[in-house]
């Protein structure tokens, strides 16, 4: 157990390392967030009044911010150089359809979940619980979309439940832990299942998705260390989008660690290094 965790420990080690030289290298990415964000809200806000045919067009640009959101993060961890404002613009397209795909196959059991559990008088458990199942299995969709190889949506969900089923207890380790002021806030169970029913609905493919964790996040640290209301709206706004791409990096290299090796190879690769 000790090697285990001395073992888990220099992997994230690795992780942050690598997260901090990305993010040195993408900077760039986290005022992009933020023009994402204004563009979407202000999609969403023309889109609202046209009905289906609004969310038709609010999904699509949805899944060109967010794949060009990926194309961005995939330079940034995989990448040695700078993130140009060139690479913001040839960004988009990359992973549109990969998203567009992955929402579609959700949407019809997403539907099918929303209207069977509307008669139940325990609807809201059992779509917290399915929805939360979702954020599990399909937690790391994004990474797989742009580092594992993929012919299909199906071959994303599979990849992705494969890899949690394998590696779940050094991918969630983290982010158990940086929702900890969430979960032991006096709202925190209904906070964390609105976090994780929103995210599990979209398998983390909605660009609100990826900065409402960070959000909630932040949101709850500066609230658990007592900062005054209007700095902590202050720093809310300031800190959620350098939080949510750190986040992204983070994810990423973990990602790419964990499936370049099993848990007997971290051991063993530590046992080497120690000289035990």
Same mark, same amino acid.
């Given at each position: 157990m000790g090697e285990l965790?001395?073992?888990?420990?220099?992997?994230?080690?690795?992780?942050?390392q690598a997260t901090w030289r @990305?993010? *040195?290298?993408?900077? &760039?990415?986290? !005022?992009?967030?933020? /023009?994402?964000? %204004?563009?979407?809200?202000?999609?969403?806000?023309?889109?609202?009044?046209?009905?289906?045919?609004?969310?038709?067009?609010?999904?699509?640009?949805?899944?060109?911010?967010?794949?060009?959101t990926l194309r961005l993060i995939e330079q940034a961890v995989s990448a040695t150089k700078t993130i140009q404002l060139s690479d913001v613009m040839e960004s988009f397209g990359h992973y549109f359809w990969d998203v567009i795909s992955v929402g579609f196959v959700l949407w019809l059991p997403m539907m099918a979940l929303d209207m069977g559990v509307q008669a139940n008088p325990y609807g809201q458990f059992l779509? @917290?619980? *399915?929805?939360?199942? &979702?954020?599990? !299995?399909?937690?790391? /969709?994004?990474? %797989?979309?742009y580092q594992a190889r993929h012919d299909s949506p199906l071959d994303v969900i599979k990849t992705s439940y494969e890899f949690v089923l394998?590696?779940?207890?050094?991918?969630?380790?983290?982010?158990?832990?940086?929702?900890?002021?969430?979960?032991?806030?006096?709202t925190g169970l209904r906070e964390f299942f609105e976090i994780t029913s929103g995210v599990g609905r979209g398998a983390g493919l909605g660009l609100i998705q990826i900065l409402l964790l960070p959000?909630?996040?932040?949101?709850?640290?500066?609230?658990?260390?007592?900062?005054?209301?209007?700095?902590?709206?202050?720093l809310l706004l300031v800190l959620t989008p350098p939080a949510a791409t750190a986040i992204l990096l983070f994810r990423g290299h973990l990602f790419a660690l964990?499936?370049?090796?099993?848990?007997?190879?971290?051991?063993?690769?530590?046992?080497?290094?120690?000289?035990?």
């Amino acid at each position: 157990m000790g090697e285990l965790l001395s073992a888990t420990v220099h992997l994230y080690r690795q992780a942050l390392q690598a997260t901090w030289r @990305s993010l *040195a290298r993408g900077w &760039l990415t986290i !005022l992009v967030l933020v /023009a994402f964000g %204004v563009l979407f809200l202000g999609a969403a806000r023309i889109a609202g009044p046209l009905g289906m045919v609004g969310g038709l067009v609010l999904g699509m640009v949805n899944a060109l911010l967010v794949g060009a959101t990926l194309r961005l993060i995939e330079q940034a961890v995989s990448a040695t150089k700078t993130i140009q404002l060139s690479d913001v613009m040839e960004s988009f397209g990359h992973y549109f359809w990969d998203v567009i795909s992955v929402g579609f196959v959700l949407w019809l059991p997403m539907m099918a979940l929303d209207m069977g559990v509307q008669a139940n008088p325990y609807g809201q458990f059992l779509s @917290s619980a *399915a929805l939360l199942l &979702l954020f599990v !299995l399909l937690n790391p /969709a994004p990474e %797989v979309i742009y580092q594992a190889r993929h012919d299909s949506p199906l071959d994303v969900i599979k990849t992705s439940y494969e890899f949690v089923l394998e590696h779940w207890i050094e991918w969630f380790l983290p982010f158990v832990l940086l929702l900890l002021p969430v979960v032991l806030s006096p709202t925190g169970l209904r906070e964390f299942f609105e976090i994780t029913s929103g995210v599990g609905r979209g398998a983390g493919l909605g660009l609100i998705q990826i900065l409402l964790l960070p959000f909630a996040v932040v949101g709850s640290w500066l609230a658990y260390v007592g900062l005054d209301p209007e700095a902590q709206q202050l720093l809310l706004l300031v800190l959620t989008p350098p939080a949510a791409t750190a986040i992204l990096l983070f994810r990423g290299h973990l990602f790419a660690l964990l499936r370049g090796s099993s848990r007997r190879q971290r051991l063993f690769a530590r046992r080497v290094d120690t000289g035990v």
